[in-house]
Structure formats: C-alpha cells, structure tokens
C-alpha cells in the first residue's frame, strides 16, 4: 500500500507540474483531484486482482448469500460485515472522482451505470484470470450501491432542489457540480487580478500639450519702409479720390557722373 500511495503523489505532482505550464489558471484542487483518483483506482486494482486461496464456490449467481451469511454469523464473527462493508464502499471514491474528470456522468443514473458495468467487469475477470476469487452477483449489486451513494454525495445539491439549480453551465454539457463552480469563480478572480496588475505595471503618461507655432516675422529696417517695386508704379489717390502722382526718385550724385 505505501508504493500505491508512492505512486498517486508522484502522479499529483506530475500533474500540478503540467498544469502549472499550461496555460489555464492553476488552481491546486486539481492535482489533489488526480492524485486521490490514482491512488483510488490502484487500491481498486489490488483488492479485486490480488489472487487468493481456492474456493470450493467460485461461482455465487443467487442474490443475497452475503447479506444471509451477515446476518446468520456469530456474535463474535465480523468477517461477512466486514466483506459486505468492502463491497458498497468498493467503488464510492471512484464514483465520486470520475464525475471531476469524466462530464458525461452527470447524473446519479449515469453513475450507477457506470458502476455496475464496472463492477461486473470486475466479477468477470476474476472469474476468468484471478485464481481464489468468487465471482458473486451480491458483489456487483452491493458495489452498484456504493456508485450510487457516492453519485448522491457529488450530485446531493442539485437533485434535492431542482428550482435553485444555476442556469449557465461551464462546461456546455449536463448541470454544473459545486467543485465545477468553485473553478469558474476562481479563474474569473484570477483574470481580474492579472488584468489590474497589468494596468498598475504600465508606465504613467504626462499630458503632451501642443505647442503654439511661432510665426516668423519680416525684418524690417529700422525708420525705413519696405520698398515694394510693384506698389511704387502703381498710382496713388489722394483724400478726395484725385490722383497724385510719385515723384521718382532722383538719382544719387555718383549715379549721375556714370551716365
């Protein structure tokens, strides 16, 4: 037993470790999750495959010797309890496990479909293959129970009030259960906190305010006008609209002696 327990927390931290890397939100119920169904599944695997002593009846089709033979032992003898308590609780943790990784099984039918085919198989194979084993119909009926207490245990919520069911479903098939719930609540608290921390690491911007442009001026000579060849040759009016004409400029002394 201590190498199967080995063995499911190897198979929980392989699984935290690939979870961590994907890139879903991690939450921890998840690896938790897959190392219990690992170790259920194996436990399952080594009492029901594990030879035994030969029996002179490996064969019990009728139903109802175990619970007979429970109730008509001695005082003392708690060997058919104890039997009949292994068998309805032979498979209630794999029926309350699968459901979390299996969405088809959804309802407390479906379960104890699954746990019946799955205990018949069991039955069958120890008949066939493992030596010392009773292939025995209360086996598969007391393990049928069992799916089906663990179905109610996973599904008691919404089949004991069908009006408070949630509506949405997120994961598009079959009613949500509360574990299903807790992992919707938490990614969306997950993106909120990254997406707050993301806008809390962007650098703060100033304001840029525009500039005003800076019109250029002409220069223009101290005292002086500008001379404008083309305002000089036209004609200028005076006050009462008359024209005046502009005298031209005479030349300068040295001008003159050149021409």
């Not at 938790?32 to 690992?38: M, Q, S, V």
């Not at 069992?146 to 009006?163: E, N, T």
């Not at 609540?185 to 840029?208: D, G, K, N, T």
């Not at 001026?217 to 060849?229: E, M, N, Q, T």
């Amino acid at each position: 037993m201590t190498t199967l327990l080995l063995v499911a927390l190897a198979v929980g931290c392989g699984s935290g470790v690939f979870r961590g890397y994907s890139t879903e939100p991690f939450v921890m119920r998840e690896p938790l999750i897959d190392g219990a169904l690992a170790y259920s599944i194996l436990v399952v695997g080594y009492l029901v495959f594990t030879p035994q002593v030969p029996t002179l009846e490996p064969f019990r089709p009728e139903i109802g010797n175990d619970v007979t033979e429970a109730l008509s032992a001695a005082p003392g003898d708690s060997q058919p309890w104890l039997q009949l308590a292994g068998n309805l609780v032979l498979l209630l943790p794999l029926s309350v496990l699968v459901p979390q990784r299996l969405p088809w099984f959804d309802s407390v039918a479906k379960i104890a479909v699954g746990g019946m085919l799955c205990s018949a198989s069991i039955e069958a194979i120890q008949f066939v293959a493992i030596s010392g084993r009773v292939c025995s119909a209360d086996d598969v009926v007391c393990n049928t129970i069992g799916a089906v207490l663990g179905g109610m245990i996973v599904r008691l919520p919404y089949w004991i009030s069908p009006a408070n069911r949630p509506q949405h479903r997120p994961t598009g098939e079959g009613d949500p259960t509360v574990w299903l719930l807790i992992a919707r609540i938490e990614h969306e608290r997950q993106c909120y906190q990254a997406a707050a921390q993301s806008r809390r690491s962007l650098p703060r911007r100033r304001p840029v305010v525009p500039q005003q442009p800076v019109l250029a001026k002409r220069p223009v000579l101290a005292g002086h006008d500008v001379f404008h060849p083309a305002r000089a040759a036209l004609p200028q009016r005076g006050p009462l609209g008359h024209q005046r004409t502009v005298p031209q400029q005479r030349p300068l002394v040295g001008q003159q002696n050149a021409r």
